[in-house]
């Protein structure tokens, strides 16, 4: 893939399936052999340069570092360490990742690397998820519009308190949820073994994440979070010169968020799919029977905890201490 990937500077009427309005330029990182351009990481993507110019430099304490025309810096990487006295550079690898490092370091000691920091997409290699050591958190996020690669309205993310699930989110509104990890698979995920890509999840003290990788270096393959909120795995087919759905990680009407509200039981196989836990009844019968089972579902008998509890204290009245 190496021969495939490209780091430059572009304007979103460069490469937008319908051409953009945005005079707006921005550093990306993209599939060069592919039309139209596919963008696949962002730089500068809420900051971007409203000036045909633009530099790109490595400082000596490994930070990267972009210049708008008016040598005003407009975005950098987060990173700032000592590296002593060997000379700092940066360079794009051909897995797409985009590193800052010292001249003799081997290829995962990095001081920064653009796949720590996703937009839309995930490649072969990326880590979707948290590192608990360092709190970097690798999550998506669609783009604003096709003009614009700002953080739009949809946020995909790994969440990691108990086991881990994974969330989406449109705005503040919780829409999807994957999950919890079984020690094999999310639910709602598919786990049949494919062609395509291999599959691992990482849950430990340090991190939790998945990460996929390619099985033949032949295919490019990416996930990627739409405009529209859907997460999808793309792969890209010659003949048709595009690029087509391999999975929607969508998958079933109960990876819906809330959708069988408090109390409630979400089963793909079942119909109506949604049905009360144990000795639980529906809150709004007459919503449920019409298929609206936000509200959830109630204790079939109200608990009298007031009454329990006058006669605990009734009886506690006669303990005897010795």
């Not at 990460?211 to 270096?217: A, E």
Request: aromatic residues 14%; contains cysteine; positive net charge.
């Amino acid at each position: 893939m190496r021969a495939l990937i490209r780091l430059m500077f572009f304007s979103s009427a460069l490469f937008s399936v319908i051409p953009g309005n945005s005079k707006n330029r921005y550093l990306g990182i993209w599939f060069k052999k592919i039309s139209p351009r596919t963008v696949l990481w962002v730089a500068n993507r809420e900051t971007p340069l409203t000036s045909t110019t633009g530099v790109l430099k490595v400082n000596s304490n490994g930070m990267l570092l972009l210049f708008s025309g008016y040598n005003t810096v407009i975005w950098s990487s987060n990173s700032s360490v000592s590296v002593g006295n060997a000379p700092v550079v940066a360079k794009i690898l051909g897995s797409g990742n985009l590193v800052v490092c010292d001249d003799s370091s081997t290829d995962k000691d990095f001081v920064w690397q653009s796949f720590d920091y996703p937009t839309d997409t995930l490649l072969a290699g990326m880590k979707f998820g948290k590192d608990l050591l360092t709190s970097v958190d690798r999550y998506l996020t669609s783009w604003k519009s096709m003009d614009y690669p700002s953080p739009g309205l949809y946020v995909s993310w790994m969440d990691t308190n108990g086991y881990p699930q994974a969330f989406q989110k449109r705005g503040s509104v919780l829409q999807l949820r994957f999950g919890p990890w079984t020690c094999v698979r999310f639910s709602g995920f598919p786990s049949k073994p494919n062609p395509i890509y291999t599959y691992d999840f990482v849950f430990n003290e340090k991190e939790v994440y998945s990460i996929f990788h390619l099985i033949s270096n032949a295919i490019m393959s990416r996930v990627y979070l739409s405009l529209e909120g859907n997460e999808m795995r793309l792969n890209w087919i010659d003949p048709a010169q595009g690029w087509m759905s391999y999975l929607v990680t969508t998958v079933d009407m109960c990876a819906q968020y809330g959708l069988c509200g408090a109390y409630g039981i979400c089963n793909i196989n079942s119909s109506p799919a949604c049905s009360c836990m144990e000795m639980f009844e529906p809150r709004f019968p007459v919503q449920w029977n019409a298929g609206n089972w936000s509200g959830g579902c109630q204790h079939e008998k109200s608990l009298n905890c007031v009454e329990n509890q006058k006669t605990s204290l009734h009886r506690n009245v006669f303990v005897q201490w010795n």
